[in-house]
């Protein structure tokens, strides 16, 4: 299983932001015991901005395996205005929600994740996508048992949330590169 140093140095690695030893807090919910350790990075990766990760997510058995039967795990990262503090919590929601069976796949909508990010929020819901926001990768971690990526939780209304269930996870990447909506922002207006 790959340790919590290896997913924090790679997440880091992800943000650019090689070299730094932020607080990891921790997340969990009572109703199943689940937890996940998770931090952010400020200004990052540009002014105003914040980036967050989860520690941890990769003890999950999503289920997938890779053709030679290593476990396919995952960490989430994010990034929102430095203004929304309490992101994390929508990555943590995303966790336990791969944790109780969910899928952890791009094109994922994942209801709710959004709900309690704070007032104002018009974009409830996350949807599942390779990182993007960076200008460094993530690397991908293996072991001898398991590989452990990385991906993004995005912000998106109800509306969106509908048009990904219904015409795929494509579709709803489709109108955001039509469109350009600003993604940090979680009082965006939708795009449908």
């Keep these: 299983m790959v340790d919590d140093y290896a997913a924090l140095a790679n997440s880091l690695a992800g943000f650019g932001r090689t070299g730094l030893d932020p607080n990891v807090g921790t997340y969990s919910t009572a109703e199943s015991g ?3 350790g998770g931090f952010s990075v400020a200004d990052c990766p540009d002014e105003g ?3 967050w990760s989860t520690v ?3 003890r999950i058995d999503t289920g997938y395996r890779t053709a030679s039967g290593k ?6 990262v994010g990034c929102a205005g430095s203004g929304w503090d309490r992101f994390g919590t929508a990555l943590a929601f995303c966790t336990f929600f791969v944790a109780d ?3 952890s796949r791009y094109g994922t909508v994942v209801r709710g994740a959004f709900q309690h990010t704070g007032e104002g929020v018009s974009t409830p819901h996350g949807f599942i996508v390779a990182p993007f926001c960076w200008p460094e990768t993530f690397p991908s971690v293996e072991d001898d048992d398991t590989y452990t990526v990385w991906l993004q939780l995005v912000p998106i209304t109800a509306a ?7 015409h795929g996870g494509d579709a709803l990447e489709n109108v955001f ?3 350009q909506p600003d993604l940090f922002d979680l009082r965006r207006t939708s795009l449908l």
């Design 34 to 36: 689940h937890r996940v």
């Design 49 to 51: 901005l914040t980036s």
């Design 56 to 58: 941890g997510t990769n």
């Design 71 to 76: 476990m396919v795990t995952a960490e989430f």
């Design 101 to 103: 069976g969910g899928p």
């Design 160 to 166: 969106e949330a509908l048009h990904a269930e219904q």
């Design 177 to 179: 590169e039509e469109r």
